[in-house]
């Protein structure tokens, strides 16, 4: 269907948006331009924030307790956070409702190729790689997803020979049922359990960026089993290692596509082990498309990527980096494995529900000094205490204030050492999301 026709149907209609954040908000500005009677669901913001945010626009709102009881609706836009097997939505898809999301809308209007990338680590970095050989190889390309901004309300923009490539959550993901044309899962771990009811779940969801018939490819890491497993499910599967042959690997210091040498490893900006394994995966997505004057390019100016061990600054010989994005203990882990020496760590947050066992040995052999402060600082903690490698010079410093720790990890920091934030948990115990707490993160170190 044309977009024009879609919302230009929508005049009159019965809208409720489900959540006024960053996914919504331009949505709910463009129903109400189109003419919907557009109501705005939300159970953190008061009915005068929402009135202030939308100021100007003829809307209903609906806040606090039972924001979600008796949903009179023609058409439901959830906010990808928000669960879809809630009772308010059960009961209006009842009497009639239909439940969708942006991304689900998005899909299904949208005029061009996509390439989805999903995951449970470096998304964002092969998202934002695959953009770049894309662009740099001359096409007009569009970014959204988790990344940049909503791409529904800038649909008018978007042309047949365009290309739009998206970073996806299994939030997004879970009631998707258009697939991309070209996909990517970096890697599956366990993540988000407090959200998800299992891990099954979670790979479920995050299969659905392949599993309908619209994709042509999918590329995933061969080193991950989980992330095999998941794939058997696809029909053209391209795999990428970075320890073993593949369809895409490494050949002595040269990432090799189906055989053909197509970038010096050397080339890489960004630092760290994972970042050849985002290449790959980035190269597996466009091979055929990109040039490979588009993929060498992208390699030698993309020199790094905000919230991603971003360096921060260096003072008195002491180098700072924001790694706010690491939201598990993954994550974090192979932020710490990007270093070639013992780092200071500060780490801890919200608790997603999910083990940390896996860090203590890391810990213990990449940290020398970790400052935890948020709700996984006992989970973290006693990884840490756990692991076989323990002695109790180890200094561990639980903090009860985010801005007291970055202090304390700054205070006995000396020449030559590295000080890194690298969470292994969300940010929502004290922000609105990694990027608010990567920015506070910055401000506290830029102002030492």
């Known amino acids: 269907m044309d977009y024009k026709e879609y919302f230009e149907g929508l005049k009159g209609k019965k809208i409720t948006v489900a959540g006024a954040g960053v996914s919504n908000a331009p949505l709910i500005k463009m129903l109400a331009g189109y003419g919907a009677i557009v109501t705005v669901c939300d159970s953190k913001k008061t009915e005068n924030e929402l009135k202030e945010q939308f100021k100007g626009l003829s809307l209903n709102f609906k806040t606090?307790?039972?924001?979600?009881?008796?949903?009179?609706?023609?058409?439901?836009?959830?906010?990808?956070?928000?669960?879809?097997?809630?009772?308010g939505f059960e009961d209006a898809v009842k009497k009639g409702a239909h439940l969708t999301s942006e991304m689900e809308v998005f899909f299904d209007l949208c005029p061009?190729?996509?390439?989805?990338?999903?995951?449970?680590?470096?998304?964002?970095?092969t998202t934002t790689l695959t953009y770049e050989m894309l662009k740099n190889s001359g096409f007009r390309v569009h970014l959204g997803g988790n990344i940049g901004k909503p791409l529904l309300p800038e649909i008018d923009k978007i042309e047949k020979d365009h290309k739009v490539v998206l970073e996806l959550s299994s939030f997004q993901l879970f009631t998707i049922r258009k697939s991309a044309k070209s996909a990517i899962i970096t890697n599956l771990s366990p993540n988000h359990l407090d959200w998800h009811t299992d891990y099954s779940e979670y790979i479920d969801a995050k299969k659905n960026i392949f599993l309908h018939s619209q994709c042509e490819k999918l590329v995933t890491n061969l080193d991950n089993e989980d992330s095999c497993i998941a794939s058997k499910d696809a029909k053209n599967v391209i795999y990428f290692s970075r320890k073993q042959k593949a369809d895409i690997c490494l050949e002595g210091e040269f990432i090799t596509a189906f055989g053909e040498k197509v970038l010096n490893i050397n080339e890489i900006l960004l630092p760290g082990a994972h970042n050849i394994e985002n290449y790959m995966?980035?190269?597996?997505?466009?091979?055929?498309?990109?040039?490979?004057?588009?993929?060498?390019?992208?390699?030698?100016?993309?020199?790094?990527?905000?919230?991603?061990?971003?360096?921060?600054?260096?003072?008195?010989?002491?180098?700072?980096?924001?790694?706010?994005?690491?939201?598990?203990?993954?994550?974090?882990?192979t932020g710490l494995k990007s270093f070639d020496k013992k780092v200071i760590l500060i780490a801890g947050g919200k608790d997603k529900n999910i083990p940390y066992d896996e860090m203590g040995d890391v810990l213990l052999t990449k940290v020398k000094k970790l400052v935890l402060t948020g709700a996984t600082a006992q989970k973290i903690k006693e990884a840490a205490l756990n692991s076989k490698l323990y002695t109790k010079d180890f200094e561990i410093v639980e903090c009860d204030g985010f801005k007291e720790a970055v202090l304390e990890a700054a205070k006995d920091a000396k020449n030559g050492d590295i000080v890194i934030l690298s969470p292994a948990s969300t940010s929502f115990d004290r922000f609105k999301n990694f990027e608010e707490r990567g920015r506070v993160f910055k401000d506290i170190v830029n102002s030492l």
């Open 112 to 125: 061009c190729d996509i390439f989805a990338i999903t995951g449970s680590d470096g998304k964002t970095t």
């Open 64 to 87: 606090g307790e039972g924001w979600l009881d008796d949903i009179d609706a023609d058409i439901i836009f959830r906010s990808p956070g928000i669960r879809p097997d809630l009772k």
């Open 281 to 333: 995966a980035a190269i597996g997505i466009v091979w055929g498309i990109a040039t490979v004057d588009g993929i060498l390019k992208t390699a030698k100016t993309v020199k790094g990527i905000e919230h991603r061990i971003e360096f921060v600054r260096e003072l008195n010989g002491v180098r700072y980096y924001n790694d706010s994005i690491a939201s598990s203990p993954n994550r974090t882990i």
